[in-house]
């Protein structure tokens, strides 16, 4: 039951976040998608990923979008119309892939096996697996983040 | 036969996502549409995990939520820089790549 | 060791063009220690050329003909009487000429020349090959050029120069031939083996090549010598420094022709030594007359020396080797000194036309003892070395013919004509206003290498009989006869040329007077040259100009017309077919392009619709064909 809710909540949120002329309504809004998610993440059994969710997403990374919206707030409120005149064909192409999305996954059920969803995967299981199994993508994710940390500071900073 | 809930749910999102990368014209707008697909990819990595069993499912949720972030940051920095040079944000107006 | 003897005076050369700017005044001692050192080496050599003996050393040059050649130096006693000639009277005039150039700007430069030109010549006369011997032929010509123009600043020195230098060519042009015809017949260029060459020409009855080549080498000769008709350089030659001039008439240059003609006379046959015997006799006898009439001191030596070559190649033409190189060594001596003497009047007096000289035998008492005694030697007076010698060409004159010899007695008359109207004019007689102040005595470094010289030629021809092997001993009627020749010119130039006397008949005046203005003209051969050689070579040039620039022009021109008609048919086709065609691509392309630019709209939002709604074709695709 609680599923549906959430899902109802990401799903009108989601709308929300596309359509709204007011970016900045449009930033809350995606706020809210992110929270459901974080709760559908709960229901899941997967609490370290739902605070996390929540922690980077709702607590950084919105919260930088918000900052971008703010700094170049002259040129977006100076705009009357915010979303552009191509709707009709993306309505059509969106449509179409949501409708391919959907046939695709409407037949997937959950699978019977023994070990399915017997309750949550416990942080330090997920911690041994990423310096385990994944510790290559979590090595690469690493170097990821310091060559985006530099060059975010390189475009950004104001070079004359 | 009605979908997964959680399935037509992120469905729903990356379509949704994708209709705004389309209609958006600025740049940041094009910004929280790629964060809705980037959340449908992650649900259903977890909700396929789940299903299958393990804990692969969430950590490579954990690779999506930090490349989200990564994404997110420079994404913003480019903006900035765009701001600054074309003093604007509206991506249909940039159009140094015009033939 | 005999590569030393033409080697340092060629280092010399070497050191003194490279840095004889900065020795300075010590760069005459180089030239000086190296012409030196030669003469002791040649000297050394003495013993061993007397017994006869050929020294030599070669090296292999030239493997790919057959047989190999072998360049090399040899010494025998023809060439080692040059080498001692050379290298004495060279060191005698290097020194003189410290005294005589010293003020001159190109001082290191003369006697860097001055070293080349030794070294040449020493080189050819000890040539053992023909390819060698033209070589240093060559360079010898080359440095008289140099020398010859040194003062090129005067047109005439510069002139002067060109002169002997063209002048020589026609006759080394004559011996370049000789030398191949000589190759391409015998096969054969070794200077030691020329008798070999003979008799391969006699044995196989061609007796006639030789007369040809043995013609064309004496061209060469007749050219270097200044035997008629190439005789007109030496005379001019007189433009050069006095030093120079010295060393050509007596050690170098004109002693190149006579050894050339001594060493290769196994090559003579009887017809070619008669050609040389005539032009040898006509040279003396015209340069002698010719010598009368000069005023300028420098040209009365210059035609002496051209008279006293003709006597040497007479003697040649005898067949009379020996006695030639007797003279050639004598006439080095009194000639060098002859001039060196001369070199020192006009040093002192800075004239040198005999109208404006006189009485010069107060002032100048070592240069007038010491020109009195070459003047003697040259005259042929009893005992002095130019009484030997010319009295061994008498000798064999009168053994051929005695019409020939009388000839040569009259010569004699004229020489010591001459040679003393040439020394009472200068020393005695009154003295002619010179305005310079009075004129003294040159220097000890001229002095002393002059006294040096003077000995020579007093004594040198004791030597005679020892290492030329003529004929020893007195011949009492030929003493007789040319001591009274000797008589007969002294008493005229006494005579007329100093004391103004008149001695021709009335009658016979006019004819005198003509001859006199034929002589003092030298024969009209200069002006017979220019108006029938130079002359008709100019307006043979004039013409063939006209015709180059009337026929050959205008055929260019037609065809640099027709090309430029052919060129701007061709830039037409090019600018309309050619530039179409491209122009035609081109402007396809383009309408593609603007047309296909189209799409690219550089709107993120059309790209990514595109990449979208492609993506879901795909999908859709590939779901209906896996379905």
Redesign the interface.
Known sequence: MITWLLCAVVVVGAVWVVSLRNLFRAALSLGLVLVGVAGLFLTLGAEFLAFVQILIYVGAVLTLVVFAIMLTSRATSAEPADVSRYRLPAVIVSGALFGLLLSVTSTLRPPALPGASEGAVTVSALGQALVTTFVLPFEVISVLFVAAMVGAIAVASAKK | ?????????S????????????????A??I???I??IL?AA??NF??F????????G??F???V??????E???G??????L??TA??????E?????? | MLAWIPGLPLAAFAVLILVGRRLGRASAWVSVAALASSAFLTLQLTPHVLDGQRLAVSWRWLSATDPAWFLGLAVDRLSWVMLVLVTVIGTLITIYSIGYMQDDARFSRFFAYLSLFCAAMLGLVMANHFVLLYACWELVGLCSYLLISFWFEKPEAARAGRKAFLTTRVGDTGLLIGILALWVTAGQLHLGRLEEIRTFFVLRDQTWWLTIISTLIFLGAVGKSAQIPLHVWLPDAMEGPTPVSALIHAATMVAAGVYLVARTLPLFTPESLRLVLWIGLATHLFAGTVALTMTDIKRVLAYSTISQLGLMMTALGLGAASSAMFHLSTHAFFKALLFMAAGSVIHATHRQDLRELGGLGRHLPWTRALFLIAALSMGGFPLLSGFWSKDAILLSAREHAPWLMWTLLGGAAVTAGYIFRLYLRCFHGSPVASGCGTPHDSPAVMILPMAALGLGAAFAGFAGPGVFHVHGGLDVPMLISSSVALSIGVTLAFAVGLKRRVLVPAVLRPLGTKLYRLAANKYYVDEAYQRWIIGPFLDATAWLSRFDRRIIDGAVDAAGLGGWRIGQWKERFDRVVIDGIVNGIALVTRSIGHVVRRAQTGVIHHYLFWVVAASVMLMLWIRAVSA
């Open positions: 036969m009605a979908p997964h809930p959680l399935l037509f749910t469905c729903a999102l990356v379509a949704l996502g994708v209709y705004g990368i389309l209609t958006r014209r600025n940041i707008g910004l929280l549409a964060e809705l959340n992650s649900l977890i909700l995990g789940r299903w299958v069993g393990g804990v692969d969430q950590a949720a954990i690779f939520i930090a490349l989200a972030a990564c997110a940051a420079v913003l920095a480019i903006i900035m820089g701001y600054r003093k604007t944000v509206l991506a249909d940039v159009n140094l790549l015009k033939g």
